[in-house]
């Protein structure tokens, strides 16, 4: 049974580093992102935030130590890392993972490695979402500010979450102290030779970049995890690249076939991808509608998940109800 963390009023929120720190010069992110949760959401920092050298905020042990350490501190009720990086797989080996208390964690990008690691190996719903120096400015849209709702949810609940009706196709320079994103295309979810689609599964995923590296590791047991968990309930993956190559994209997802990840699959959903090149010819659509041939179950794209905001708050376990239909979609996530 997935075990779901509840956040109570008035949590406290812990800010730590697994990934990559804050350069010096950008330290004044956390100074806004204060103002806005600050008095009635206290930010409890750990010393990794401030810190970034050679593709990470430290060490990773002195990265596990703190995250570990603001798991198990009662006083922290979630954790939300400053943004993504790049190593947060040497982590993985020194979480305490039979110590992890039901707390929610919510991150994207290489914090997604931290996240699906932790849901397989514990069966507690992790939250792959908006990072925290992108809750700073002082209006938010409607889809990002969804995420305290989600979080809020109680066990037995459930949540529905809308496409948002614009994205930000590259990052500008809003003004911080208004709205951090600044979109300028129209949402648009598609489907792989479908009009309409409605699935239903449980919800796992994260950026493809990092998490297709726990292929073949303990922190990657796909099949473990269905045993212990899901009775036989379908998968329904979330997935979104934010820099593979079109072939690169298509050789991981292969991989993951390979690995059985998309065994007793429902459906694929991936997020928007910045990603605008071909590889000799080869796109990205070329890549989803392979992998529709190779499958023969639905796949939506272009959904709002990962590098191109604002992005829907998917919960790691929960039970995920999926509609597409005439470029939009609805996810509603049951918390059972």
Known sequence: MIKYPILNDNFKIGVTAPSSGIDSNLHHLIDSVRKKFEPENPLIIGDTTFSQHKAKSADAKTRANELNEFLQNDSIDIIIPPWGGELAIEVLD????????????????????????????????????????????????????????????????????????????????????????NFDKKTEWKAVNSQYIKIEGRLL????????????????????????????????????????????????????KYAGWFDNC????????????????????????????????????????????????LINGAYGIVEFEDGKGIITQKFI
């Open 94 to 181: 020194k979480i305490d993972y039979v110590n992890i208390p039901s707390k929610w964690i919510l991150g994207y990008s290489d914090i997604s490695t931290i996240l699906l690691a932790i849901t397989l190996k514990t069966g507690i719903a992790t939250a792959h979402g908006t990072n925290l120096v992108d809750l700073r400015g002082k209006f938010s849209d409607t889809t990002t500010v969804k995420w305290l709702t989600v979080l809020n949810t109680k066990p037995g609940d459930e949540v529905v979450q809308y496409s948002s009706k614009m994205f930000q196709s590259k990052w500008g320079h809003a003004n911080p102290s208004d709205y951090v994103y």
């Open 205 to 256: 995923g994260g950026c493809i970049d990092v998490i297709r590296h726990l292929v073949g590791t303990p922190y990657g047991d796909v099949t473990q995890f269905r045993d212990d968990y899901l009775e036989g309930e379908p998968v329904i993956w979330y997935l979104e690249n934010c820099e593979l190559s079109p072939a690169d994209f298509r050789r991981s997802l292969v991989q993951l």
């Open 266 to 313: 429902a459906g694929i959903l991936f997020g928007r991808t910045p990603v605008n090149f071909d590889s000799n010819g080869y796109t990205i659509e070329d890549v989803y509608q392979d992998l529709f041939n190779d499958l023969e179950i639905p796949i939506i794209y272009d959904i709002d998940c990962g590098h191109q905001p604002p992005q829907i708050t």
